[in-house]
């Protein structure tokens, strides 16, 4: 109910009620959105057994930073809230709990992984360019990272230093013509050069843990989650996600 509710509410406010009748393929959004949810409290539990084979537990600063969670999202449910879906604060505490044991098993699984990103690799770039295609054109300004524009584009943006301006560049069937007004943003660099270490830190985790998972045995009550619907799911004042992260985000 609780994790429901906070992708009911996030997906509506963008999206409007009716995107759970979109399709993803063959499926529904919402049951799309389901399996996803499915697969979270699936992980989160196996992450719970691989930590206490680890001796992974939480010490007293974070059990305080649990109660506080439990504290800070109970106080925002209204008594019809808390009377319809049964939320009680040992309820909470037991789900704080396993998410932030969670949470610290992946902390301490990544910490030693030896992945390395260079300098280059996560360079930021400033650039202004032109662009035109058939009878439209325009002026734009982007702060590019590599792989998000065509290569061709890309190339030639990152072979530019300050102040240095492109010959025509043909990619994708428009026309560029950059120029490049830093070479390096380095505040900018550090902060892709984190993101892109922890996105290969993810992806390696789960490459790894996806091997772990296999050697368990584990039992969903699919009968009693088929009757759940993200639609009718309770729109509640508390948004987990948002309260985990602000006494465990980093």
Known sequence: DILMSDVKKEYEEM?????????????DFESYIKDQI??????VKAMNVKAKERGVVLGREEKDSVGKAV????N???ESQISSTGITKDKLNTMFTEFAIAQKL????????????????????????IAK????DGEYEYELKRGEMDAAFEKAAFNLSTG?????????????IIRCTSDNDKAKTEVNKSAILEKRKLEQFNTDFEKYEAGIYMEF?????????????YTLGSSFEDTFNAYFGK
């Not at 999206?15 to 499926?27: H, P, Q, V, Y």
């Open 164 to 176: 240095e301006m492109s010959s025509i560049v043909e990619s994708a069937g428009r026309y560029y």
């Open 71 to 74: 504290d800070a999202f109970y």
């Open 15 to 27: 999206f409007g009620s009716n995107i759970w009748r979109e399709k993803i393929g063959d499926a």
């Open 76 to 78: 925002e449910l209204t």
């Open 133 to 136: 295609e058939y009878n439209a």
């Open 221 to 233: 009550n699919n009968s009693e989650w088929k009757k759940l619907s993200i639609q009718d799911a």
């Open 106 to 129: 992946y902390d301490d699984l990544t910490s030693s992984m030896d992945i390395e990103v260079s300098a280059d690799e996560a360079r930021v770039i400033d650039i202004q360019y």
């Open 38 to 43: 499915k697969s979270k409290l699936m992980r």
